[in-house]
């Protein structure tokens, strides 16, 4: 017998039929003697209605506090649905809210974190022999307001009740079934990956690999809960995201190739090179909770610099606005934009023994002529912003050089 | 300077262009310096979509629990939606669920009472200049749980929150423009009225005027909470509910007649004639919150009697089902069920001091043929049970019996 965390996504969720097939699972593992927590995303398509409905009415953005508590009665429906299919199942079942639980956050309306998940309520249901199914992507700030956690919120939210729950896994189906050492999509000769670290994730959830939130898997590291990814479409394959075990990969060197386009440039040119500055032009953007990427400073001529970063794609027109007006202030030269670029990575515990990785990298992309803008490095990831246009390729090539396909390699 | 609590059903609601142009009357008595209090069905047709959902997973009746959840979503988005709008038109505003007031109710799922109304809360956001836009029909019980207050609840939900902000008037904005004589759709001479006393509009809302549930105007009769109902689709025409005025309706014996058709008749045949079998037969009814209107005992034979009472026809099913259990238990010979019936009534203030309203009533419906099959009374009603087929006619010709379509009565 084992405490279990379910996490369906809303791909999972599209239809009744749907909903009915993952109560079905859901029920078995409660049959076979589990106690069992699931957590929801909204049926598929519903977040985007609602957010669109929010928008319907007004010219300017809506207010972010009603706009999630719009959105957040997607999953709202989505549990109690579940609940009512389970206890139709005979499965006892009791659906919660962030607000139940309750699920605590701060204060970012459409981007909380979560501060404090509530345990009693929800171990007092699991003793009570009842699924306990959870509302996804939502919580409630210290004013009593929904909030709602960003896109892809589900995969932490699930993490966070598994910890909290000191639960025995945290089993997350979505519609892949695991992670591969590239998008299938893009390279056909992509591998399926059974195991991978934390870290090794991270970088390749960071990364746009899209199977997990990356927020997800970084509270799964902290807490040491261990996940398991699987399609609710069927079939076999899996994979692990765990902590590196001592006779683990010894062999690999680079476990995946990813690519993300989902970044965009800002460059502040001729900026004065003394302290502070840096601090001054990055820090609006802290505030405003948009996520700073790679940062690279030139070097200092004749007391001036240049900064150049990346920002979510989307967060790019807020940012520039914020990013002008303090360019103004210190008297910068100007403020140049660039969202057609693309982020191309190689991750892989196996390369902090391995070094050479990073030459053999610049190497095959300049032996096809894509031009390297940015670099940024951490001990197990090497990532180059190239133009847009190479992304694909730079993936395939990446992907060769480093002999993922070849399955002696892993 | 007043202020105002505005209620609005969901055909005022029913699309983005709906919800603009009641936003564009809220701004207005915003402007005007009035502390505005909105309180907000859900989008018509909304609730009726959620009930479906709710129903639609599972071959049993939902968890009254989980349906309330799924269907109190309904109220969650127009609030939201509301303020939204609201704040676009420059006019601040902060939308209220059930949960955040609090709305604190009994634990009857789907037509939960109303026990307290948080005060604190709304205050302070009706002092800082907000427009306070409050989900109708939902609240929450002792367990932390999302109650609904049953079809019509958001009328109560107004009542509610205006008794509490001692509030100067209740608007009731929906698709009539007040209360009328008769149902205009039956009898085509009834008449307008400006003004009803609380004690009258209850007997009308409750004998199916349509215009109110009962609910809300005993609730606004309790706290002396002036009401004011008035189409949201223009004209000038409204109607007052509030307490009789020395000088009003002098001459008025009758104000209205009504037909409800939403009542079917329970008949237990054969019960011993002996202490406390009335209350063993309707005490389940109670207890299963099954509203018992009419209640007619006949005289006793041989020790011997019949019980004859009416329910809602929504809940003759269930009842039937109590009952009949019940009728085994004491010997009774069989339960009967009608559902084909009607109750006429005619309501007035007036008939206090009028004796003789009941013989005229009994000798109309007598001389078109018609057969009383039940009679009950008040101080302000006398009530008919009657086959269906003879309910518009028997409007009709009580309508003018009592000269309402003459004007010079009023």
């Not at 992507?137 to 598994?162: E, Y």
Request: net charge negative.
């Amino acid at each position: 017998m084992a405490l279990l965390v379910k996490k369906y996504g809303g791909s999972s969720l599209a239809t009744i039929d749907h909903i009915k097939k993952v109560a079905q699972d859901i029920a078995a593992d409660h049959q076979k003697g589990n106690m069992v927590a699931v957590i929801l995303s909204a049926m598929s398509g519903e977040t985007d209605r609602l957010i669109e409905l929010s928008r319907s009415v007004s010219d300017m953005p809506p207010s972010p506090r009603e706009q999630d508590s719009i959105v957040s009665t997607g999953e709202q429906i989505s549990t109690a649905l579940m609940a009512i299919t389970l206890e139709n199942l005979g499965c006892p079942a009791q659906s919660y809210l962030g607000w139940h639980i309750p699920m605590i956050t701060d204060s970012s309306y459409q981007k909380a974190r979560i501060l404090e998940v509530g345990k009693d309520n929800l171990m007092q249901t699991l003793n009570e022999g009842k699924v306990a199914v959870i509302a996804g992507f939502q919580g409630i700030n210290d004013k009593g307001d929904i909030t709602t956690l960003g896109r892809g919120g589900s995969d932490t939210t699930a993490v966070a009740v598994a910890a909290a729950l000191n639960a025995d896994a945290c089993e997350i189906y979505t519609d892949v079934d695991g992670v591969y050492t590239a998008d299938p999509n893009i390279c056909s000769r992509a591998r399926h990956l059974n195991m991978v670290t934390y870290e090794e994730m991270l970088e390749l959830a960071g990364l746009g690999a899209k199977v997990l939130q990356i927020r997800a898997v970084e509270l799964a590291r902290k807490y040491k809960v261990p996940l398991l990814v699987k399609s609710s479409f069927g079939g076999n394959r899996y994979t692990w995201i765990r902590e590196e075990e001592s006779n683990m990969m010894e062999d690999a060197v680079i476990s995946g190739v990813t690519l993300d386009r989902n970044e965009a440039k800002i460059s502040v040119i001729n900026i004065p090179d003394e302290p502070g500055v840096a601090h001054r032009i990055i820090n609006p953007l802290a505030e405003s909770a948009i996520n700073v990427d790679m940062i690279i400073q030139n070097v200092s001529i004749d007391g001036f610099t240049d900064l150049t970063f990346t920002v979510p794609s989307t967060d790019l027109h807020q940012a520039t606005s914020l990013i002008e007006k303090v360019a103004h202030e210190i008297g910068a030269k100007e403020v140049r934009t660039n969202d057609s670029i693309a982020k191309v990575s190689v991750v892989g515990t196996g390369m902090k023994n391995h070094p050479g990785v990073a030459a053999r990298m610049f190497k095959a992309l300049a032996d096809e002529n894509i031009n390297i803008q940015m670099i940024s490095t951490s001990e197990i990831r090497i990532s180059c912003i190239i133009d847009s246009k190479y992304g694909e390729l730079s993936v395939r090539v990446l992907h060769g050089i480093f002999e993922l396909d070849n399955s002696k390699n892993k």
